[in-house]
C-alpha cells in the first residue's frame, strides 16, 4: 500500500465508521455467534501472496462484524461502558498516523508535557487539591499494580526489588470484598500472594469497608508478626456500586503509617459533578488514587488517570535508568515511564485535548447527570412492578434487581433471554449468594429513548417466560 491508497481508504474507512455509529441502534447489542463461529471462517495458513483491500474489508464485513459485541450500542447496559466519543476518536487517528513511542521527555516532548497538563486538568476537573500529580496508565489494573509494589516497596524499606521477597517479613493488604478483582492479580503479580489480601468486613447500604473491623484486623496482624503494607478502598465497585468510607478507612490507615490507594476506576468521572463527591468524602488523604476516562468521560480505550500525592514513592519502585535511556543535559525532566510497568507508552493525552475540548466539562456532566437521571427513574419503575424486587438502590447509575421470587436459575436464564433478544444487553452478578441482574446506564450516546427501550424489554421478557 503507498501513501495515496492510504488515503483514499483512510476515507473509505471514515465514511464507513461514521455510518456504522449512525446505525448502530440497527444491530443487535451483543455479538450472536457461537463459540468457534469466527474461527472457522478464517484459513488456516497465512498468504504467500499480498491481497487487494476491497478483498480485506469484503472479509473485514463478512468475518469480523458479526462477532462483534458493539460497545459503542447506546442500549449496551452491561459491565461499565468503554466509551469513544468522535473527537477522541480523531485523535486516536492522528496518533496512529504519528506513531511515537512515547517514553521518555526525548523521546516525545509533545507526549509528555500534554500529559502532564491533561492529568491537571482532571484533577482540577474532579476537585483533588493542587499538590496530586498524575500519569496515564493503560487501565485501572496497571494503577493498581503499580501502587501495590509501592505498598510493597515501601513497607520493605525499598528492598524487595534488590532482594526478592524470600526471607522478608509476610506483608498484609487491606480491603473489602466489593473491590474489584484486579487488586487480587495486582496482589499476586506483586508476590504478596492472596493469602495475604485482608477482606475486611462491610457495612450499610453502600457496603463500605467497617474501620473498626480494618483497625482490628491490623492489630491483630502486628500481633502475629505479619507486616501490614497499605490498603485499598473502591468507590464505586464493579458488583452493586459499593463505596467505602474513605475518610474513616484512611484515618485507620494513617495511624498505622499505611500507604492507600482509591479505586475509582468507573465512579471517579462521576466526581466532575460536585453534587456526587461526597461518595469519596475524604479521598484528598489518599496517596494514590484512579479513575479511567474511557469508562464513562468518553475517552477512547485505553486512558487511566492515576493521580499521586508524592510520585517520588512510585519511581523509587519502578525507575530503571540504563544509560541508553538517560536525557543528558537536561535536570527535572519527567520521563514517565518511570511511572508505569510498562517502558513503551503510548499518546494517550491527545484524546484528553481533544475531548475536553470538543465537550467542555459542562457538556461531560450533563452526560453524566442525565445517565444518574434516568437510571434512577428506571430503578423506581421496576420496584413499583409485582414482577420485580431491587436488591441494591442506585450508585449512581448503577443498581442490580432480580424478578420476583424466582430462583437463581430463574434469573440466569433472564438474562440469557434479554441478550440472546438483542435489543439491550445486561449482566448479573453474586449478593449474598443470590444472582441479580446489574444494569447501568453509561453510554456516551444512549438518550433517554433508550433506557425506555430497556424498560419495555426487561417488563416484556419477564412477563414472557418462554
Request: charged share 20%.
Amino acid at each position: 500500500m503507498n501513501w495515496d491508497d492510504f488515503a483514499q481508504w483512510g476515507a473509505r474507512i471514515s465514511d464507513w465508521a461514521a455510518e456504522y455509529h449512525k446505525t448502530i441502534r440497527d444491530r443487535p447489542v451483543r455479538a450472536q455467534t457461537q463459540p468457534g463461529d469466527i474461527a472457522s471462517l478464517l484459513p488456516d495458513m497465512p498468504p504467500e501472496s499480498a491481497e487487494e483491500m476491497e478483498a480485506i474489508m469484503a472479509d473485514f464485513e463478512r468475518v469480523v462484524m458479526p462477532g462483534i459485541t458493539h460497545w459503542q450500542h447506546p442500549r449496551f447496559f452491561a459491565y461499565f461502558p468503554a466509551n469513544a466519543a468522535p473527537p477522541s476518536m480523531l485523535a486516536e487517528m492522528l496518533v496512529n498516523a504519528i506513531a511515537a513511542q512515547c517514553m521518555l521527555w526525548q523521546t516525545s516532548p509533545a507526549a509528555t508535557e500534554m500529559e502532564t497538563v491533561m492529568l491537571d486538568w482532571l484533577r482540577q476537573a474532579i476537585g483533588l487539591p493542587a499538590g496530586f500529580t498524575g500519569v496515564i496508565q493503560d487501565s485501572a489494573s496497571s494503577a493498581t499494580l503499580a501502587a501495590v509494589l509501592t505498598m510493597r516497596e515501601r513497607a520493605l524499606g525499598w528492598q524487595g526489588n534488590q532482594k526478592g521477597l524470600s526471607g522478608q517479613p509476610r506483608l498484609r493488604v487491606y480491603c473489602s470484598a466489593e473491590v474489584h478483582t484486579s487488586i487480587d492479580r495486582a496482589i499476586w503479580v506483586a508476590g504478596i500472594g492472596e493469602e495475604n489480601l485482608v477482606r475486611v468486613p462491610t457495612q450499610g447500604p453502600l457496603r463500605s469497608m467497617d474501620p473498626e473491623a480494618l483497625k482490628s484486623a491490623i492489630g491483630q496482624d502486628i500481633d502475629s508478626g505479619y507486616r501490614p503494607a497499605g490498603v485499598i478502598v473502591c468507590t464505586g465497585g464493579t458488583s452493586t456500586g459499593a463505596c467505602d468510607d474513605i475518610a474513616a478507612a484512611l484515618e485507620v490507615a494513617r495511624a498505622f503509617d499505611l500507604y492507600t490507594h482509591v479505586d475509582a476506576a468507573w465512579a471517579g468521572a462521576a466526581m466532575i459533578c460536585p453534587e456526587f463527591r461526597h461518595l469519596w468524602r475524604g479521598v484528598e488523604q489518599a496517596d494514590s488514587i484512579v479513575f479511567n476516562p474511557h469508562k464513562w468521560l468518553g475517552a477512547q480505550f485505553d486512558c487511566s488517570a492515576h493521580f499521586l500525592k508524592d510520585p517520588a514513592t512510585l519511581v523509587q519502585t519502578l525507575a530503571i535508568q540504563p544509560e541508553f535511556l538517560k536525557t543528558r543535559g537536561h535536570d527535572g525532566l519527567v520521563n514517565y515511564s518511570e511511572w508505569s510497568v510498562p517502558l513503551g507508552r503510548r499518546f494517550r493525552a491527545l484524546k484528553l485535548w481533544f475531548l475536553i475540548r470538543s465537550y467542555g466539562l459542562e457538556g461531560l456532566r450533563t452526560r453524566i447527570r442525565n445517565h444518574v437521571a434516568w437510571s434512577e427513574s428506571l430503578c423506581a419503575d421496576l420496584r413499583g412492578h409485582p414482577r420485580f424486587d431491587i436488591v441494591t438502590d442506585p450508585v449512581l447509575s448503577l443498581f442490580t434487581f432480580r424478578l420476583a421470587g424466582e430462583d437463581n436459575e430463574a434469573q440466569i436464564d433472564y438474562v440469557n433471554r434479554l441478550n440472546d433478544d438483542g435489543r439491550i444487553y445486561v449482566t448479573q452478578t453474586n449478593i449474598g449468594g443470590d444472582i441479580a441482574v446489574r444494569f447501568q446506564v453509561g453510554q456516551f450516546d444512549a438518550t433517554q429513548e433508550d433506557v425506555d427501550v430497556a424498560r419495555q424489554v426487561l417488563i416484556e421478557l419477564a412477563n414472557d417466560p418462554a
